[in-house]
């Protein structure tokens, strides 16, 4: 299994600012995603955090909204800009892993954003 | 129609009861099936992963795929007030493919 690792866990932020959220897993992995949990709502895939390279967004997501940095095969950053209430959800990392009947994917604690 | 499709509850059974949680997809070229446990403001954890039809069980958790029918179930045995929790269905066709997820069934269990 994968290990991973997000901060913050929870925050309260104003209207119009943006947060950096971290993730670390805990071994080199290829495949890292974030995903996008609103209240009552099942996950939606924001984008494909790809090394080295540009991520890869869904239809709904941008770049300009949530930049997506991913320097290494352990670390992956999303920021949340310019935020709106609207943007209140949870932010989840996460990560391929192995199970014992294959590869599958892991998830992080996730981090509770509201937006005042 | 949506690729996956999960009753969203909520489920209320007694403690001790045998708990059903099911999802239908759309999709004959998925291959790998996911069952996530996620408690409120938490992220999903897997509880059990799957490939392709047949059952697979882990202390009291049993997962069961059927292919023919499109058809995935998780029973809960001696189901614990510790099981109240949202269970995400999830499938992809392997590789590097996007996982699709359902909306998850919300479960409680009554003391």
């Known amino acids: 299994s994968a290990v991973i690792s997000q901060k913050p866990s929870r925050d309260i932020c104003q209207r119009g600012t943006s947060l950096t959220i971290q993730c670390q897993v805990d071994?080199?992995?290829?495949?890292m995603f974030w995903y996008r949990q609103q209240p009552g709502q099942s996950l939606t895939l924001i984008a494909t955090?790809?090394?080295?390279?540009?991520?890869?967004?869904e239809s709904g997501f941008v770049i300009d909204k949530f930049p997506i940095s991913r320097p290494n095969l352990t670390f992956s950053t999303l920021t949340v800009s310019n935020m709106s209430p609207e943007d209140s959800s949870i932010y989840l990392c996460?990560?391929?892993?192995?199970?014992?009947?294959?590869?599958?994917?892991?998830f992080g604690e996730g981090s509770w954003l509201t937006v005042v | 129609q949506k690729e996956v499709e999960q009753d969203p509850g909520p489920l209320s059974v007694p403690e001790g009861a045998i708990v059903s949680l099911n999802c239908t997809y759309s999709n004959s070229a998925f291959q790998y099936f996911m069952w996530y446990r996620q408690y409120s403001r938490k992220g999903p954890e897997l509880l059990m992963y799957?490939?392709?039809?047949g059952n697979k069980e882990d202390g009291r958790f049993t997962a069961q795929v059927d292919k023919s029918s499109k058809y995935i179930s998780l029973f809960i045995r001696d189901s614990q007030p510790s099981d109240s929790a949202t269970y995400l269905c999830a499938t992809f066709s392997g590789g590097y493919q996007k996982v699709t997820f359902g909306t998850g069934t919300k479960l409680q269990v009554i003391p």
């Open positions: 799957t490939y392709s039809s």
């Open positions: 996460s990560a391929e892993g192995w199970d014992s009947s294959g590869n599958t994917i892991y």
């Open positions: 071994s080199q992995v290829t495949m």
């Open positions: 955090a790809n090394q080295g390279s540009e991520a890869t967004y």
